[in-house]
């Protein structure tokens, strides 16, 4: 599949562990739960970044990477990472110009320092960035006019079809699976990837509700129409992308104590507070499976 022979050297960890842990919030329901621990995958590319990325650095096929994200961006992380490790020349275009010439956040820093070339942009420029002009004035700028563009947050049509792979390795194992959703791109590709009868429960961490129609649109160019079973709770944000209040963070040190898992805090902990909500409203019925997708680690 990969026939440059390189996307396969960095050696990713599949299927991802699946295994049960025991939690009173959810045995007190009749309640299972799975965690699939994609934060395994691969120690750089981690989760559904490894998911997402790999067909596309396949396809860029040793092109030049350029790609978006905001200061914290895991993705422009992932990406920078795999850049690093398959020799390949990377562009992250970064939301603020306001943080040119200031020292590098340690995130940042971690994309600089595996050799990703950093382009800051304002906010007017970074919401246009799909459009054709403004698109190849930035790739010309980058001094890459014939990179591989990877969108914001890496979700395109082959990323989606990656994260088919997440849905199939659950087959016949859970009876729902629960994600937190950014761009929604893994959920889409989780839920085609799934039996029929098994359903895929988003939980976003951003605010907005404009998550399904985006979802809808990545499963039609990817899959060209609707699959599998899927939906969305969109109560459970907390306000906002990267907004952690008192009771998510003493929920996910919990959740670490009992687990052992480390809890990243921008999304995996507002899906398993969400998805253990759920379990105590007693949205599943009794002898329900439910697996949660641990989807990332935290950065350290
Ligand atoms: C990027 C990311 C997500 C969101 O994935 P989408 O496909 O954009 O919905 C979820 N969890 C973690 C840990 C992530 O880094």
């Known amino acids: 599949m990969f026939d440059n022979g390189r996307v396969t050297d960095l050696r990713p960890r599949l299927p991802s562990p699946l295994r049960e842990v025991s939690d009173d919030r959810f045995a007190r329901h009749g309640v299972r739960l799975l965690l699939k621990r994609d934060d395994l995958i691969h120690p750089e590319l981690i989760g559904n970044k490894w998911r997402k990325l790999a067909p596309n650095l396949e396809r860029a096929a040793g092109r030049t990477l350029l790609t978006f994200g905001g200061a914290y961006s895991n993705h422009l992380r992932a990406t920078a990472a795999a850049g690093r490790l398959l020799g390949l020349p990377t562009v992250g275009v970064v939301r603020g110009d306001e943080l040119a010439g200031r020292p590098l956040n340690p995130s940042l820093a971690r994309c600089a320092a595996d050799g990703m070339r950093l382009h800051f942009v304002d906010r007017p420029t970074y919401r246009r960035k799909t459009e054709a002009d403004v698109l190849a004035t930035l790739l010309e700028r980058a001094g890459a006019p014939d990179a591989y563009v990877v969108p914001e947050g890496g979700s395109n049509a082959a990323a989606v079809r990656g994260c088919r792979a997440l849905g199939e390795e659950l087959r016949g194992r859970t009876d729902v699976v629960a994600l ?92 398993l507070f969400g998805l253990a909500a759920l379990a105590e409203e007693g949205a599943f019925p009794r002898g329900t499976t439910v697996t949660a997708v641990i989807t990332g680690r935290p950065f350290p």
């Open 180 to 271: 937190a959703c950014g761009t929604g791109g893994t959920l889409a590709g989780l839920a085609a990837g799934l039996a029929p009868g098994q359903l895929a429960l988003g939980i976003p961490v951003l605010k907005g509700g404009f998550l399904g129609d985006a979802i809808a649109a990545l499963q039609d160019e990817a899959f060209g129409g609707r699959r599998g079973e899927w939906r969305l709770d969109e109560r459970f944000h907390f306000g906002g992308y990267a907004r952690v209040t008192p009771a998510l963070e003493a929920f996910a040190s919990d959740f670490e104590r009992r687990h052992g898992v480390p809890v990243e805090r921008l999304y995996v902990a507002k899906s």
